[in-house]
């Protein structure tokens, strides 16, 4: 018999929300102080470290300051996975757009970060033109106590994008079986650490069904107060 719980995640038709605050440097000290202060993971560990950059998609982009970002960024990194961004259909033909990716282990998030400044500000371009991406995997823990909260079967996730402009596809798993006073006297002690708005109509909760299979989801909504 699996448990509820309740999800906060975007919806199919929005893959990504702006953060709070508008500058690399204040992003990355509120992103900071949310893994600190209510997750097992901190700024300097991230799981994954990507960054990519793309030629031209179209006339409105401008080829070769593209190629001078793609050949800067190689002669800084050294070679790159190079990928086609989509396939024409139904021919499945490589599009002519192509994405060149680095990939990095966590201790350089911050050179990476440092070059993307050093870089800034970015031409306009349909891809990128030059992208970081970096996620964090972590459990939710008690802001007030630190102590990690319990039942928790799934692993909360954070995805961030870096790059003309920046955003990031928050996946949180609150291990709690009902929207109770419990759940949201939680949830209003993470939202003043959370480095982008909690958009309240994102959260559901898993319905268990008489198999014990969790099939389907369904809103929750803050209790009226009265």
Do not use: M
């Given at each position: 018999m699996k448990r509820?719980?309740?999800?906060?995640?975007?919806?199919?038709?929005?893959?990504?929300?702006?953060?709070?605050k508008s500058k690399f440097q204040d992003i990355i000290k509120d992103i900071d102080k949310f893994l600190q202060s209510c997750t097992t993971t901190n700024i300097k560990q991230p799981k994954r470290v990507e960054l990519t950059a793309y030629t031209a998609y179209d006339d409105t982009d401008s080829q070769q300051v593209l190629l001078d970002i793609i050949k800067k960024?190689?002669?800084?990194?050294?070679?790159?996975?190079?990928?086609?961004?989509?396939?024409h259909y139904p021919i499945a033909e490589p599009h002519e757009t192509n994405q060149?990716?680095?990939n990095f282990s966590h201790e350089r998030l911050d050179e990476i970060i440092q070059y993307l400044l050093d870089n800034s500000p970015l031409p306009k371009s349909s891809f990128g033109p030059l992208e970081l991406y970096f996620t964090y995997d972590f459990k939710l823990t008690d802001?007030?106590?630190?102590?990690?909260?319990?039942?928790?079967?799934?692993?909360?996730?954070?995805?961030?994008?870096?790059?003309?402009?920046?955003?990031c596809s928050?996946?949180?798993?609150?291990?709690?079986?009902?929207?109770?006073?419990?759940?949201?006297?939680?949830?209003?002690?993470?939202?003043?650490?959370l480095p982008f708005k909690l958009e309240e109509k994102y959260l559901r909760i898993?319905?268990?069904?008489?198999?014990?299979?969790?099939?389907s989801f369904k809103k929750i909504k803050r209790p009226t107060v009265a």
């Open positions: 509820p719980y309740i999800i906060y995640s975007l919806s199919k038709d929005r893959t990504t929300q702006k953060f709070n960024t190689t002669d800084k990194f050294g070679q790159s996975n190079k990928a086609s961004v989509a396939y060149y990716t680095w802001p007030t106590c630190k102590t990690i909260l319990q039942n928790q079967d799934f692993t909360s996730c954070l995805l961030i994008w870096f790059s003309r402009g920046k955003a928050p996946s949180l798993f609150f291990p709690f079986e009902q929207a109770d006073k419990t759940f949201w006297n939680y949830v209003d002690s993470i939202i003043p650490f898993a319905h268990v069904n008489k198999q014990g299979e969790i099939k």
